[in-house]
C-alpha cells in the first residue's frame, strides 16, 4: 500500500506532503496512494524503545509479544526491545529466537530480543553470549534488568565478550547489599511511613564502578533506568572523560515522585523506585543536555493477583508504552526534535536497528513513523489500554497528543488511534 501523508509537518516544519511506496519515503507523488489528511499532525520517525517486558515466554498472563506489539505500536513505536526476565529466562539462542519469531509473526513492531547476562539470571556463570548473538535474533544487548550483575568480575568478562562484536550490556544497577527488604526511595517519606528503603547510593555505586570496568575494558555500557541526581552526576564525568556510556530514563521517574507510596497503592511501586522533586529535576536537565541519551520506558505488565495487594507483596514495575509519549509531550511540551532524538533515533543507534530513527525527510528513507495529533488531550482509561495488564500509574490523568498512525516499513499498523490488525 502506498500513502499520500497530505499536509504534515515533519518535526514540527512547516506543512508538507509525504510519499510513502515500497516501505520507503518516496519524494514524488505515488499513483493510487491512499491520502491521509495529515493537516496539524506531526510526524516523528518511530519510536524505539531499549527496554520493554513482553512476559512471553511464561507469564503470557500478564502480556505476550502480541498484546505487547500493539500496545507499542498504539504508542508510536517501530520497534521496541525486549528484556530477558521471562520465564524461561532468555539465555540461549533457542529462546531469544522464539521471541523474535513470535515478534514477526505479531508484525506490529519490529521486536528485538535481549538476551541475559547470566544464566537465569542468577549472577553466577556467563550465559551463552556468543550463541545469542549469532543466532536469527541477532541479540547485540545483553541484560540481567530485574537484577543487577552484581559481581564485578563476572561484569567485566561480559564487557570484555560482547567487545568482539560491538555488543552491549544494559545494567540494572541496584548494589543487592544496599537494597536488602527495599520498598521504595529511602528518604523523609520512608522514615515517615516506617518502609524499608532503597538508598540512592545503591544505584550510584554500582554505576561508578561499571563506567570503569567499561573504561578499562574498552566497551559499551548502556545503564537502565536512571534515577537520581547523583547518577546523572557519575554519568557527566564518565562521558566527559570519553568511556562508551549510554543512559536511559524511563517516562514515570521524568513526572513522579516518592510522595506517591505515601497511599501505599501498589501500582507506584517500581524498582528502581520513584524518587524526590529534585532527582526528577536533576534527571529532565541531563535528558536536554544529553547526559541521558534515551527515554526508556521499562513497559512491566503484571497480573492482577501481582499488583492488586498489600504494597509489600506487590511486584515492582509500571506499564509505559501507550503513554511514554504523552507524558515526555507533557514534560518538555512540543521540542520535537528533541523527542526523536531521545526517543527513536538514539534509542536506534544504540540498539543498533538499523532501519529505525531514520531521517524522514531524505527519500529512501524506511518508512518507519509516526503521526502525532499534539492538540488532543486525553484522560488514560486503563480499560482502553491493548496491553494485557492494567498497572498504569496515570489512570485519570489527562495528558496532551494522540498517536493517530504508525507505519512500519510502510504498512499502516495503526490508523485513526487504531491498531490495524
Ligand atoms: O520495576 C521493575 N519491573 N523493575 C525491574 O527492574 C524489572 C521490572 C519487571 O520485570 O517487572
Ligand atoms: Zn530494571
Redesign the pocket.
Given at each position: 500500500m502506498a500513502y499520500l501523508l497530505k499536509g504534515v509537518s515533519i518535526l514540527g516544519a512547516s506543512p508538507t506532503d509525504l510519499y510513502i511506496a515500497d516501505g520507503v519515503i518516496s519524494d514524488k507523488p505515488v499513483d493510487g496512494a491512499e491520502v491521509i489528511d495529515a493537516a496539524g499532525l506531526v510526524a516523528l520517525p518511530g519510536l524505539v524503545d531499549v527496554h520493554t517486558?513482553l512476559r512471553e515466554p511464561g507469564r503470557e498472563d500478564a502480556e505476550t509479544v502480541d498484546t505487547g506489539s500493539r500496545a507499542a505500536a498504539l504508542g508510536g513505536y517501530t520497534a521496541v526491545c525486549a528484556?530477558a526476565?521471562t520465564s524461561p529466562v532468555a539465555d540461549t539462542a533457542g529462546v531469544v529466537e522464539q521471541v523474535w519469531r513470535l515478534g514477526r509473526e505479531a508484525g506490529l513492531v519490529d521486536v528485538q530480543p535481549i538476551g541475559a547476562v547470566t544464566v537465569g539470571l542468577a549472577g553466577k556463570q556467563m550465559a551463552e553470549l556468543g550463541a545469542m548473538a549469532t543466532s536469527a535474533a541477532n541479540v547485540r544487548i545483553f541484560s540481567d534488568?530485574?537484577f543487577c550483575v552484581a559481581d564485578p568480575k563476572l561484569m567485566r568478562r561480559a564487557l570484555e565478550y560482547v567487545k568482539a562484536f560491538d555488543g552491549v550490556i544494559a545494567q540494572?544497577a541496584e548494589e543487592p547489599r544496599l537494597t536488602e527488604g527495599a520498598q521504595m526511595h529511602e528518604g523523609e517519606v520512608s522514615t515517615r511511613l516506617g518502609l524499608t528503603g532503597w538508598p540512592a547510593v545503591a544505584e550510584e555505586a554500582i554505576i561508578a564502578r561499571d563506567v570503569l570496568l567499561a573504561e578499562h575494558v574498552g566497551s559499551r555500557l548502556h545503564v537502565?533506568?536512571v534515577s537520581t541526581a547523583g547518577s546523572v552526576e557519575v554519568l557527566r564525568q564518565a562521558k566527559a572523560r570519553g568511556v562508551r556510556v549510554t543512559a536511559e530514563v524511563t517516562p514515570h521517574h521524568l513526572l513522579l515522585t516518592d510522595e506517591l507510596a505515601a497511599g501505599y497503592d501498589p501500582v507506584f511501586k517500581?524498582?528502581?523506585p520513584l524518587r524526590t522533586r529534585k532527582d526528577v529535576e536533576a534527571l529532565r536537565r541531563a535528558l536536554l543536555d544529553g547526559v541521558i541519551d534515551v527515554v526508556a520506558t521499562?513497559h512491566?505488565p503484571?497480573a492482577v493477583q501481582d499488583k492488586e495487594c498489600e504494597w509489600s507483596y506487590a511486584?515492582?514495575?509500571?506499564l509505559g508504552l501507550e503513554t511514554a509519549l504523552p507524558i515526555v509531550l507533557s514534560v518538555f511540551g512540543p521540542q520535537w526534535d528533541l523527542i526523536a532524538d531521545r526517543m527513536s533515533i538514539a534509542p536506534a543507534r544504540i540498539a543498533g536497528l538499523d532501519g529505525h530513527g531514520g531521517d524522514l525527510t531524505k527519500a529512501g528513507t524506511p518508512a518507519n513513523l509516526t503521526l502525532v495529533d499534539p492538540s488532543v488531550q486525553r484522560v488514560v482509561d486503563p480499560a482502553e489500554l491493548a496491553s494485557r495488564s492494567r498497572n498504569t500509574p496515570y489512570a485519570g490523568m489527562t495528558l496532551p497528543g494522540r498517536i493517530v498512525a504508525t507505519f512500519l516499513r510502510g504498512e499502516a499498523t495503526v490508523l485513526d488511534g487504531k491498531a490495524v490488525k
Open positions: 517486558h528484556m526476565n534488568d530485574g540494572h537502565c533506568h517500581v524498582n528502581p521499562d512491566a503484571h511486584r515492582p514495575g509500571m
